[in-house]
T-cell receptor, first 113, second 118 residues
Framework: GDSVTQMEGPVTLSEEAFLTINCTYT??????LFWYVQYPGEGLQLLLK?????DKGSNKGFEATYRKETTSFHLEKGSVQVSDSAVYFC????????????FGKGTLLTVNP | GAVVSQHPSWVICKSGTSVKIECRSL??????MFWYRQFPKQSLMLMAT?????????EQGVEKDKFLINHASLTLSTLTVTSAHPEDSSFYIC??????????????FGDGTRLSIL
């Protein structure tokens, strides 16, 4: 079955540091890949997506490239801010029955001033 | 962008009562909505998939008589936690998917409902 593996957190960085959160996946077919962000006490917000190999999703300074050869979709940001502190979820949709999402376990990011 | 509204955001009630949570897609028609449960510091657990006009599909281990789901219109799905007990206390999140036959359509999430059963 489909699965998503994210790097274990928590991740603690200083403001303006470089961020990488690793995500690898196992899926049948050609899934679409997503990064969602969850701020404390809130639901999930779509951060970015990529729908085919070599696509790069980007939003708010975050980027992730769909790497089919390594089955990876690592999230990166060149310079994090305190406001980026949140939980980040990697997810895939392989287009199966009802287009269910398969989530990673989430990575808590804390950015200190 | 697509907006999903979830209501209420927080509810506290006594053990044995039933609680209804609403999930609305505000600017699109959602043929499919999803209900998740999230425990503290954990990922989302899919409870059920709600399709407009048909019975919900529940994930293994989820009691369909405890968690009643109704998707009577293209913009509204409801989750009713019947005879709630303290172990039902959790954060419940809904999502809706813009119709499309490809997996590249993301799910859009509500802000969640914090349910506390005393």
């Amino acid at each position: 079955g489909d699965s998503v593996t994210q790097m274990e957190g928590p991740v603690t960085l200083s403001e303006e540091a470089f961020l990488t959160i690793n995500c690898t996946y196992t899926a049948t077919g050609y899934p679409s890949l997503f990064w969602y962000v969850q701020y404390p006490g809130e639901g999930l917000q779509l951060l970015l997506k990529a729908t085919k190999a070599d696509d790069k999703g980007s939003n708010k300074g975050f980027e992730a490239t769909y790497r089919k050869e390594t089955t990876s979709f690592h999230l990166e940001k060149g310079s994090v801010q305190v406001s980026d502190s949140a939980v980040y979820f990697c997810a895939l949709d392989s287009g199966g029955s009802n287009y269910k999402l398969t989530f990673g376990k989430g990575t808590l990011l804390t950015v200190n001033p | 962008g697509a907006v999903v509204s979830q209501h209420p955001s927080w509810v506290i009630c006594k053990s044995g009562t039933s609680v209804k949570i609403e999930c609305r897609s505000l600017d699109f028609q959602a043929t499919t909505m999803f209900w998740y449960r999230q425990f503290p510091k954990q990922s989302l657990m899919l409870m059920a998939t709600s399709n407009e006009g048909s019975k919900a599909t529940y994930e293994q281990g989820v009691e369909k008589d405890k968690f009643l789901i109704n998707h009577a219109s293209l913009t509204l799905s409801t989750l009713t936690v019947t005879s709630a007990h303290p172990e039902d206390s959790s954060f419940y999140i809904c999502s809706a998917r813009i119709p499309g036959t490809y997996s590249n359509q993301p799910q859009h999430f509500g802000d969640g409902t914090r349910l506390s059963i005393l």
